[in-house]
């Protein structure tokens, strides 16, 4: 069978099967969508494209997100990143609390809210206008001028956002976080509230799988030893405490989102992006994880 058609029985299969977690609600906005949408697109250096499903429908990208917003955080400052925000999995809930106050506002890794909150600071600092900058690089990785954050999505969040504004106040009563906590939350909020396709997300994503350089355009986005630091962040830390279990079943560097989204990528070869909106206990995406581990072992496409 070629990956297209391992890719569509797959699709069918699974979704013949019982969608099972739950959407995430917290975000009144997120909680709208209608939760059997499932769509996956794969995009490779060398040209292919496969895809099945909803790969068209937008969505709200969530954390993935924040692979970005590293990516030109660390572009920015280099390795001083790293003495605000470490790179070790955290082993509990994306949001969560606890650590923070036993690591002295030091947040594990760029990839729970702590640390992408941190990242979203550091950003404030460098930038002149952080939320307009932010977006062109992330249309400059998609090589798309029309990817968007969506300002409903932020407002909605913002409005239930009590656990991020704890997060941020908390981090800055340690010193690190060193500009207004509003307009530092504001583009991390907004950060949150983009919006891509699954092809879209694919395509963005393909330049962490090939060095760092944007395949369309030829663009160096990043540095070749940027990139592996970033892609074992995504292996070690992108599927919070689910990241172990990510690592076992799927083998892939990725990163996951609350909306159901999942980006990964294969180094040298693909980048793919899975999108189904409910969500198991560790807000990953049920059937992205579902799918994804299937896909990796029949087409013995992944790293490991
Ligand atoms: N914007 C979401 C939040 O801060 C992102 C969480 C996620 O996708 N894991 O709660």
């Not at 959407?23 to 939760?35: D, F, H, Q, R, T």
Request: aromatic letters at 10%; hydrophobic letters at 40%.
């Amino acid at each position: 069978m070629t990956p297209q058609e391992i890719m569509e029985m797959l699709h069918a299969e699974i979704k013949a099967e019982k969608n099972l977690g739950a959407v995430a609600s917290y975000i009144p906005e997120l909680g709208k969508v209608n939760p059997d949408y499932f769509g996956i697109y794969l995009t490779s250096i060398d040209g292919q494209r496969l895809s099945a499903g909803d790969w068209d429908v937008p969505f709200s990208i969530q954390s993935i997100a924040k692979v970005l917003s590293l990516s030109f955080a660390f572009n920015l400052k280099g390795d001083a990143i790293w003495e605000r925000v470490g790179v070790e999995p955290s082993g509990s809930p994306f949001n969560s609390l606890v650590q923070l106050e036993f690591e002295s506002g030091i947040p594990r890794n760029p990839f729970i809210n702590a640390g992408a909150i941190v990242i979203c600071d550091i950003l404030c600092s460098e930038l002149e206008n952080p939320k307009e900058e932010l977006l062109s690089f992330i249309r400059r990785v998609a090589n798309n001028p029309n990817i968007n954050y969506n300002p409903i999505i932020a407002a909605s969040e913002a409005s239930e956002g009590y656990r991020n504004f704890a997060l941020i106040n908390f981090i800055r009563s340690f010193g690190n976080i060193h500009n207004e906590v509003e307009e530092v939350i504001d583009l991390y909020f907004h950060l949150s509230s983009v919006m891509m396709t699954c092809k879209e997300l694919s395509e963005t994503f393909l330049f962490l799988a090939n060095a760092g350089i944007q395949v369309d355009t030829g663009e160096r986005i990043l540095g070749v030893s940027m990139t592996k630091r970033i892609n074992a962040v995504m292996q070690t830390c992108g599927f919070y405490d689910e990241a172990g279990e990510f690592a076992f079943r799927v083998g892939l560097p990725g990163k996951s989102g609350v909306g159901g989204g999942i980006a990964a990528i294969l180094p040298n070869d693909y980048a793919i992006a899975v999108w189904s909106p409910r969500l198991n206990t560790k807000g990953n995406s049920y059937r992205g994880m579902k799918f994804l581990e299937q896909f990796t072992t029949l087409t013995e496409l992944s790293i490991f």
